[in-house]
């Protein structure tokens, strides 16, 4: 069953502006991760962020992980048109990943 | 490092006849692997693990007679789609993950695009 909730489901932004996804699960989870996908292909990690952790960086990205309400945020700063592509969460408990709808996100050159 | 291959990219077949798709770590032993299935602008489902010589565990509504899935190395998961029909058209992703990293960190492979008619 799907676990992680994105919203929004598509977002579509100007190069060089932010781009916020976020994701919201329901039972407890060892750690969350962000995918990203582009179309019709394999997916691409782009971070893990752990339980007991609060908040990570990777490059422009900052993941943010809030265990009591239960949300993770997945923030690209000055996105650039190759960021185009779905976005997926994926939470890690029970020896196994469960992945979110997605998110589309478009960013116009 | 940490590649994951999948073989075929692309098949097309026809009603009733059966298609094995091919997972390989090229550049690590992947002591499990993960078969997924995801259809168009949805997202990735869980279809079954499969641990180097021992039978997969299948998830809840998984068909595992339907979905043949056999991890004879260390390198190499099959996946076997039986009798296809045309609801079994899909996009089938595997991933891998190295022995002592378990689930955390799967390795994905680019995904075969299946097409039953």
């Known amino acids: 069953s799907q676990q992680g909730e994105e919203d929004p489901q598509a977002l579509s932004i100007q190069e060089g502006e932010n781009a916020t996804m976020n994701c919201s699960y329901k039972t ?26 609060r908040e990570k960086h990777s490059g422009r990205l900052r993941v943010t992980l809030d265990t009591s309400k239960k949300s993770s945020s997945l923030l690209i700063t000055a996105s650039r048109a190759a960021d185009t592509a779905s976005y ?22 | 490092g940490a590649v994951v291959s999948q073989h075929p990219s692309w ?86 993950a190295t022995s002592g990293r378990t689930y955390n960190e799967q390795f994905f492979g680019p995904g075969t695009r299946l097409t039953v008619l």
């Open chain 2, 11 to 96: 098949v097309i077949c026809k009603s009733g006849t059966s298609v094995k798709i091919e997972c390989r770590s090229l550049d690590f032993q992947a002591t499990t692997m993960f078969w997924y299935r995801q259809f168009p602008k949805q997202s990735l489902m869980l279809m079954a693990t499969s641990n180097e010589g021992s039978k997969a565990t299948y998830e809840q509504g998984v068909e595992k007679d339907k979905f043949l899935i056999n991890h004879a190395s260390l390198t190499l998961s099959t996946l076997t789609v039986t009798s296809a029909h045309p609801e079994d058209s899909s996009f089938y992703i595997c991933s891998a």
């Open chain 1, 88 to 109: 997926f969460c994926a939470t890690g408990a029970n020896s196994k990943l469960t992945f979110g709808k997605g998110i589309t996100l478009s960013v116009r050159p």
């Open chain 1, 28 to 53: 407890s989870i060892n750690n969350l991760q962000w995918y990203r996908q582009n179309s019709g292909r394999g997916l691409v990690h782009l971070i893990l962020i752990r339980s007991n952790e």
